[in-house]
């Protein structure tokens, strides 16, 4: 069970953290465990994750999976996603930079607030304390899978958040969200 990622809105939640980041460029790594704590978090409040991004167990904790090929110019990413993503992004080193402000038409007050509250919370930790701290999640610890990559299902996440009882609810928001995705397009 995924949600539908939709590359514009995620360039936006991308911008609101990178907005308020000094010099507009952050730490991707810090920044990929942030939105995973985001959509966790927007998962446990409204029932569904804000980016839509399939969550992916790796050895230092969870990314969003699309997000992360996305940053490291993956072979996956289209041209034309690439080409857009640039627009906005470009990535230094080990930090991504903001190029260019996109607006957060395609986000709610609620994700805007959500994005900056993680921002605020986790932005003065370390990258080693921010690796402990999702390492430690249990559907993180579940799913830990040494040196590659595996799905780390959203049913995981679900009950690791308490909200086990509410799975065909959220399912059900699952494929809505798919239905609209495909009546109005990205």
């Known amino acids: ?3 539908t990622f939709r590359l514009s809105k995620v360039v936006q939640e991308v ?3 990178l907005r308020d980041a000094p010099n507009h460029r952050f730490n991707y790594t810090m920044l990929l465990k942030m939105l995973y704590l985001a959509d966790r978090e927007s998962l446990k409040e409204v029932g569904q994750p804000i980016s839509g991004d399939t969550p992916v167990a790796m050895p230092r904790g969870p ?5 992360c090929d996305l940053i490291r110019e993956s072979p996956q990413i289209s041209d034309e996603q690439g080409e857009y993503w640039n627009k906005f992004f470009e990535t230094r ?3 991504l930079v903001l190029k260019s402000h996109p607006d957060t038409s395609y986000l709610s007050e609620y994700e805007v607030k959500k994005l900056q509250t993680i921002f605020a919370q986790y932005k003065d930790k370390s990258l080693q304390q921010m690796l402990d701290y999702v390492g430690n999640l249990p559907e993180v610890s579940k799913n830990k899978r040494g040196a590659s990559s595996k799905n780390n ?3 995981d996440i679900v009950v690791a958040i308490g909200r086990e009882n ?3 609810e959220i399912e059900q928001n699952r494929k809505e969200d798919d239905f609209l995705t495909k009546v109005l397009g990205n």
């Open 153 to 155: 299902p959203l049913e």
């Open 15 to 17: 911008g609101v953290i």
């Open 166 to 168: 509410e799975l065909p």
């Open 63 to 67: 990314v969003l999976s699309r997000i």
């Open 93 to 95: 080193g080990y930090d």
């Open 1 to 3: 069970m995924s949600f």
